[in-house]
């Protein structure tokens, strides 16, 4: 089981990207899938939860500015951010509650992609 997280780049205070976290392998089920983020010096935060009805819940830096939504059949996870910050600068990390077909639940993560805002 994989999580592939993509779509961090270089963006300008005010701007938006759109992170997407992939899950591949032998897969049975997927539970709750989240985005985390690490800034530098920092330690990793939470930035957003979705349950696999599409129950969504996010950290209080985040809301109103960043969306957390879910592809089931693509077994994808995806993070719309906007209104970008100097502060949002992390590298942002994919997280789910996977059940594979040989080992049942685990918690896995993917390898993290950096999101940088300039100012």
């Known amino acids: 089981v994989q999580l592939q997280a993509s779509g961090g780049g270089l963006v300008q205070t005010g701007g938006s990207l759109r992170l997407s976290c992939a899950a591949s392998?032998?897969?049975?089920?997927?539970?709750?899938m989240g985005w985390y983020r690490q800034a530098p010096g920092k330690q990793r935060e939470l930035v957003a939860t979705?349950?696999?009805?599409?129950?969504?819940s996010s950290a209080d830096p985040v809301k109103g500015r960043f969306t957390i939504s879910r592809d089931n059949a693509k077994r994808m996870a995806y993070l719309q951010m906007n209104s970008l910050t100097a502060e949002d600068t992390a590298v942002y990390y994919c997280?789910?509650?996977?059940?594979?077909?040989?080992?049942?639940?685990?918690?896995?993560w993917g390898r993290g992609t950096q999101v940088t805002v300039s100012s």
């Open positions: 997280n789910a509650r996977i059940r594979s077909a040989l080992r049942g639940w685990g918690d896995f």
């Open positions: 392998g032998s897969i049975s089920s997927i539970g709750d």
């Open positions: 979705i349950t696999t009805s599409g129950s969504t």
